[in-house]
Every structure is written in C-alpha cells, then in structure tokens.
C-alpha cells in the first residue's frame, strides 16, 4: 500500500524552545496515530506544517480554483493571512493570496453592510442560504472584561434546529437553554482557550458575559415586536420559548411577560399583549 491509497494527514511541529522537530502522523478511518522525531533535512526554524495524501479518486482537491474556493467559504472570518502556493503552474514559487479579512465580529458595526452579516450568518448555520430575521452587534467593556458579540435570530425554527452550538466555542454554556434558538459569535481575550464546560460553569466571567448576552437578547426582541408582522414570525417560531422562560427565569420573567401574545374576544384570530388588551 502506498502514500496514493491513503488519505493521510502528517504534521510537522517545532516548539520555540526546541531544537528538535517532530511528526504526528495518522491515517483516515484509523484512532491511532505515532509521533516521532523527524528525520527529514527540513528546517521549519518554528511553526507547523500539514502534508495531506490524497487518494486517487479524491484529485479533484488538487485544483487551485477548488482550493480557493474552498478556503473561501470556509474561512471567511480568520484574521490570519491564507496563501496558495503552486509549484507546477507557478514555478517560482511564489504565493497567491487567497484571503485576509478581519472577522467581523472585530469590526464596527456601521461598517458592515446586511448582506456581509448574512453571509457570516450562512457561515454559522452551515449554509442554509437565508437571512436572519435580525441582529445584534455590540462589545462589552467594563473593568476587567471586555468582549464582542454577534446574535442572529433566525426566521424560522426548522431551519435552526439542526445547527450544533458546538460549532460556536462554549457558546451553549453562555445563553441559558430557552434562548438557545439565538445564534451567534461570543469572543473574549479574557476567557482562557483552554477552558472547560466546568470551569466556564463556575467563572465570574461566564456569569458577566451571560447576563449581558440574556439582556442583548431581550432588547433584540423589543426591536422586532416593533414591527408587528415580523414579530408575528417570530412569536409564531419561538413562543414555547419564551413561554419556558417564564418558569425557568425568575429574573427575566416580567420582560418576557411583555413579549407574550394572546387570542382574545376583542382581537379575535389576531394577537394581542397583555399590556395592550387591559388598554383596550
């Protein structure tokens, strides 16, 4: 069996304080992998490189048109330049560059057009090819914390329940569970990488970020109720949302009071608010 019958990923790393190289090594379909030191001429001087194999019938992936537009869609919002180096068509050796954008969440809100967030939403939801139904962008600087974020509403719940939170680093532990519909981008230099859903559980810093995140949520809902058809929408999506969040959010219960809607024998087969019918 040779390297072309495998879909093989080897890694080469040196460490900075290292004089040494090692590869990690694996093969697909296989649990294990070996990591020894390398024995190769090549001189990193610091970093990792990736060397894939392909098999035969998966070359399709050595098409630089391919390449790029994979790279493309798949990293849209790294902040770290990304190069394609050809050696056959290009024989310098010179490297095209594929992108370098500035993730959004990083960026000012009034510089970013509609359609930039809903092409960084498609991103999120795996590429379900629609608009939110709004956003909210903000950062957050107080004392010791400071983060940014971004929240979608979705407009409609099918086309959110499929989408693994996993996705979005941590987020889940961020947003309690009758507001998990919301979806979005949390970043903080002040939460460590290496958190676990444990420790992130008993953080000061969850708890700041969370009840920022819930209060962000709720301002968001007060902005869609303001235009009566597109709360409709949502009401119709998340009302068993909300209506969990009466019971399980004792804190947030009389915003999310506000936000509930009733058939009544004044408004018949419309929706009315609570504040709205004692008016009437």
Not at 99 to 115: A, F, G, L, N, V
Not at 122 to 146: D, I, Q, R, T, Y
């Amino acid at each position: 069996m040779t390297k072309c019958d495998l879909v093989k990923l080897g890694t080469v790393a040196r460490p900075g304080t290292s004089i040494e190289q090692y590869v990690w090594e694996a093969r697909a379909g296989c649990r294990s992998f070996s990591v020894a030191r390398d024995t190769t001429d090549e001189n990193l001087g610091r970093g990792i490189k990736v060397t894939m194999y392909l098999k035969d019938d998966q070359c399709v992936y050595l098409d630089e048109a391919l390449l790029k537009a994979l790279v493309k869609k798949y990293s849209k919002f790294t902040s770290y330049q990304i190069s394609l180096k050809t050696t056959e068509k290009d024989p310098s050796g010179s490297e095209l560059s594929v992108i370098h954008q500035k993730p959004i969440w990083m960026r000012k809100p009034e510089d970013i057009s509609k359609e930039e967030y809903a092409a960084y939403y498609e991103s999120l939801m795996n590429g379900v090819g629609e608009v939110p139904l709004a956003v909210k962008h903000f950062s957050f600087v107080k004392g010791w914390l400071e983060f940014k974020a971004i929240l979608f509403v979705p407009r409609g719940k099918s086309r959110c329940d499929h989408v693994d939170l996993d996705n979005v680093r941590l987020y889940q532990e961020l947003i309690p569970e009758y507001l998990s519909f919301v979806k979005g981008i949390v970043d903080s230099e002040d939460v460590p990488l290496k958190t676990s859903r444990e420790m992130l559980q008993r953080n000061k810093i969850r708890e700041v970020i969370r009840e920022n995140l819930v209060n962000k949520c709720f301002e968001l809902f007060f902005e869609i109720a303001e235009n009566e058809e597109e709360y409709n929408k949502f009401y119709e999506a998340f009302s068993k949302n909300l209506k969990l969040g009466i019971r399980v959010d004792s804190q947030n219960r009389s915003k999310i009071a506000e936000l509930l809607r009733y058939r009544s024998t004044e408004s018949g087969d419309e929706l009315t608010s609570l504040k709205d019918y004692c008016l009437a």
